[in-house]
């Protein structure tokens, strides 16, 4: 009776502290400095709540924490991503223990899961110089939000910007420096600030959508109406998203994203024979293996090794009738 009545009162207490979770997690993303950061907590962290609330748990421990990732194993996540859900339940797990929901022994131990080892890297995607252009030619147009598309893949695929970066570049950003055009004191991911360089046909594509916009300051890019006029203060991330996925339709292109144009420019750069510290300073890595991974250096799959012994074998050709 009193083993039955003990067992009540724990599941009765983690409910509790899993309750006091639910009030926790939306304050606790709040200390991440990155917007991102901030989406990508809050999701997990619902995300912990959900699976823990949905079956019965005895305590709330390093051995649920366990059994979550063994969860999200299950579900086919890349191993980046598990790391990144764990990392979101252990901090919930310190605010906890701070606010009291959370005896400190049973968060140490939770901050004691480790995480997925991540064997080997997935390959990215990128475009060849021939896609790239014809990516461009055929975001080209006479209309005002042509003008606007081709300007935006080519600041994309000429200078490797992210997407929130692109979408809070500002006309003032754009300065010259040692008699080339760049993008300066750029506000990249994690705060860190670079200065990109800006080819002269990029800045071409610019200037022509500003002068048919007639934008002089402020947020660069803007949203076109139906009408074909400029409106609004800006274009948010999805917008760029959406006009990305467009000019990849028009040149039957499946499964492109916006950061695969940064992928492109590092490779780009790499192939015509631009060093790997400099691309580094122009994505604004703060790990060289960052941008090794970018470039895809440790494999070669334009001239693979396999490939040089020659033909094993001929298949036959079939007529079809």
Not at 49 to 54: A, E, K, L, M, V
Not at 229 to 254: F, H, M
Not at 299 to 315: I, K, T
Request: hydrophobic share 40%.
């Amino acid at each position: 009776m009193h083993a039955q009545e003990s067992q009540e009162i724990t599941v009765s207490q983690d409910r509790s502290a899993a309750a006091g979770f639910g009030s926790r997690q939306s304050r606790c993303p709040n200390s991440l400095s990155s917007p991102h950061s901030r989406r990508n907590y809050k999701f997990a962290m619902e995300q912990f709540i959900t699976w823990y609330c949905s079956e019965p748990r005895l305590a709330l421990n390093r051995a649920v924490v366990l059994r979550f990732r063994l969860y999200l194993e299950s579900l086919g996540l890349a191993a980046g991503t598990i790391n990144q859900r764990l990392a979101a339940v252990r901090r919930l797990a310190y605010e906890a223990a701070d606010s009291g929901l959370l005896s400190p022994e049973l968060a140490a131990g939770i901050r004691r899961v480790k995480g997925v080892k991540q064997l080997g890297f997935r390959i990215g995607n990128w475009l060849t110089s021939d896609q790239a252009k014809l990516f461009l030619q055929k975001a080209d147009g006479e209309d005002l939000r042509s003008l606007r598309d081709l300007a935006m893949m080519a600041v994309l695929l000429g200078c490797g910007l992210r997407r929130a970066e692109l979408s809070s570049l500002k006309v003032e950003d754009m300065q010259i420096r040692q008699g080339h055009w760049t993008i300066v004191d750029l506000i990249g991911k994690g705060g860190h600030v670079r200065t990109v360089p800006m080819p002269i046909w990029v800045k071409e594509a610019v200037d022509h959508w500003m002068v048919a916009a007639k934008i002089d300051g402020g947020r660069l890019f803007r949203a076109v109406s139906r009408h074909g006029t400029p409106w609004g203060k800006g274009v948010s991330e999805n917008v760029i998203w959406y006009v990305v996925r467009r000019c990849a339709d028009r040149t039957q292109l499946d499964h492109l994203a916006p950061h695969d144009l940064r992928r492109t420019c590092a490779k780009l750069c790499h192939t015509a024979g631009g060093e790997i510290e400099q691309i580094q300073f122009l994505l604004g890595h703060a790990s060289v293996l960052t941008t090794e991974r970018y470039l895809g250096c440790k494999q070669n799959l334009e001239e693979p090794v396999n490939d040089r012994f020659g033909r094993l074998f001929v298949a036959r050709t079939v007529e079809l009738r």
